[in-house]
């Protein structure tokens, strides 16, 4: 069996390693794959070809900004990786982020439908049936169900965009991805599965495969007590929080804010300034900039080992994200034995139960504090979060893939 599977990157990014660890997985159970991915470089152990350019990226990107046509450039490549599933002759075609600017999706979804090539199709956001955005929980947003028009959020959110394009885009993605004969659509959250049903693809089966993570790197092992060393932390209880860019759906202002409450407190509280510290991930400089001295702020880390120690150095991780779809980080924290606070949105709650984590009330600084105060007086066990965290070894999950392309293969033959 052959899967040939497309992504905008291969070997980077969230999408891009699960792009590529799923073509490993293939080959270790004996299947052939190939990955063909618009910008970057892949793995030198990824069989991947680059299909786009520069040239074509900006050309693409700008389209997409002037006239918020995003998705509806790059012909030329897109002719190419039609090209190429024609010299490959796949028996599966995977797609991951189809959006990306490197591809036309009317012309790919054209032959889609004629070729009659099974097809499997992994959401990782909301792009694939909204007009415009890849989220639209932060601002209320439900016109996706229906059909899309003066968008909120165009200028604002990725794919930024000057026009509105919102309502043509919407009426042409429906269009294009509709009457697919043999497409199954693959969610990682029942979050986004019960939207999915909701929206122009509620037509098409949908399987809900959780992401995994690399157990080797997030694990009990990883040197936390080194990091607490190096910043002087040894005794102060620390919350954690992660996130490669910290825009505002991340929620950055709710550890400022919970910063500002805990200097606020008197020193005999169970959490105050003193006896408490907030570290933050991903922080670039101009925000490092502007945060309060209680916060220790890294800009990155120097890979996952480094990044597992921080988790196993902290007492909790907050998730503090008011939108997200499967978030890996949850999964991270509790494979390096660290309990869970988040907030009730999107799929972030589906990787904890009462053992490893809490939701908070609201989504507030105040909630975060509410929920800190309870598992300082009541600390979950982190072998109670190590075992949650096992549960999404990626070679585990990324096997249910390999098991639904042989279901979807054996229903063909």
Known sequence: MKVLLINTVCGSGSVGKITADIYHTLKEQGEDGIVLYGRNEAPDTVNAVKIGTKLDFYSHALLG?????????????????????????????????????YLQVEELFSYLKQADIPVVWTLHDCWSF???????????????????????????TYPYSISDYSRKAYMRKKHAFSGVKNLTVVTPSYWLK????????????????PNGIELKNFNETANGKAFRKKYAIQDKFMVLGVANVWEKR????????????????????????ENTVIV????????????????????????????????????????ATLEDNFPTTNIEALACGTPVITFATG???????????????????????????????????????????????????????????????????
Request: some cysteine; charged content about 30%.
């Open 65 to 101: 900004v002037v006239a918020g046509k995003g998705g509806f450039g790059s012909g030329k490549m897109t002719k190419k990786i039609i090209a190429k599933i024609e010299e490959e002759k796949p028996d599966i075609i995977h797609l991951h982020n189809i959006h990306g600017f």
């Open 130 to 156: 909204t007009g415009h955005c890849a989220y639209f929980d932060y601002v209320g947003c439900e016109k996706w169900k229906e059909e899309c028009q003066k968008c909120p959020q165009h200028l604002q």
């Open 194 to 209: 019960g939207l999915v049903k909701q929206s122009m693809l509620k037509d098409y089966p949908v399987e809900v495969i």
């Open 250 to 273: 991340k929620g950055l202002k709710y550890f400022v804010e919970l910063a500002e409450r805990l200097k606020n407190m008197d020193k005999n509280t169970v959490l105050n300034h």
């Open 280 to 319: 933050l991930v991903g922080v670039g400089k101009k925000e490092k900039k502007n945060l309060p001295h209680n916060i220790i702020a890294l800009e990155r880390t120097n890979g996952a080992r480094e990044l597992a120690a921080i988790y196993q150095a902290a007492d909790v991780y907050v998730n």
């Open 347 to 413: 799929g972030s709650t589906e990787s904890l139960d009462d053992t490893c984590g809490l939701v908070t009330k609201e989504k507030s600084a105040e909630g975060i504090y509410d929920a800190l105060l309870t598992l300082k007086k009541h600390p979950l066990q982190r072998e109670d979060c190590l075992n949650k965290g096992r549960e999404y070894d990626k070679n585990k999950r990324f096997e249910e893939y390999i098991s639904l392309y042989r279901k979807i293969k054996n229903a063909g033959d």
